[in-house]
Structure formats: C-alpha cells, structure tokens
C-alpha cells in the first residue's frame, strides 16, 4: 500500500432556493493499494473526511455539514486501462432538515457526476 497525503483542502458549497446553503471543509489522501510491476496502478482509493482548517473557516452564512467518510475506489478492469470500475461511498451530516426535493436533486447530481466520468473515460 503507497499512501500519498494531498496537501490541499477542499471548500465546497451547495444549496441555494430549495434550501439553506451547506458548505463543508474536506481534505482527500490518495491510496494505491495495487499496483503493476512497472507502477501501474492497479486499484487507487481516495479517501476523505471534514477538517478544521484555518484557511476553511466556517461562515456564518451558511450551515457547515460534516463529511464523515468521502470514498472513491477505481479498480482497472483490463490490460490496455479501457475499463475501469469505481465504486463510490458518501456518508455526511448536512447538519439539519432539508426537503425531499432537495435530497433527489442532489441523488441525481452524483448519477450524473458517474455518467460524466464514464462518458469521459470511454472517449479515451
């Protein structure tokens, strides 16, 4: 297992009309947790989690929520890295209620975030 820490924090903000903006505080590592004998990684996981971070401070416009487990395992599937499988889990506490529509709206972005790195993967 090669684990690299990334030396960036991540900031991101959703919401708006359905509901009171959230913004969350995250950092990411990069794990390899296979790889070929010429360094080819074979299975790659990102994990990550919400920070307190000087640079991220809270604001008192939005509700900050907590991301308590931020995963993306990418897993080659052939010899030639056409296919590749990923799976991806999210568990986070939007701190609050938030209405059914706006739970469906942002289900449908991760649909759509997935069918965005299929379609750019395939033109590879």
Request: positive net charge; charged residues 30%.
């Amino acid at each position: 297992i090669i684990m690299r820490p990334i030396e960036s924090y991540h900031k991101v903000r959703f919401g708006g009309k359905m509901t009171r903006i959230r913004d969350f505080c995250f950092i990411l590592q990069k794990i390899i947790l296979e790889q070929t004998e010429s360094k080819q990684p074979q299975r790659i996981l990102f994990v990550g989690k919400s920070i307190k971070y000087y640079k991220c401070p809270p604001n008192h416009n939005y509700v900050r929520g907590k991301i308590k487990l931020l995963a993306w395992l990418i897993e080659n599937k052939s010899k030639e890295y056409k296919y590749c499988q990923i799976t991806h889990i999210t568990a986070l506490d939007i701190l609050g209620s938030v209405n059914k529509k706006t739970i469906e709206y942002f289900r449908q972005r991760f649909i759509d975030g997935i069918q965005h790195l299929d379609q750019r993967f395939n033109k590879r």
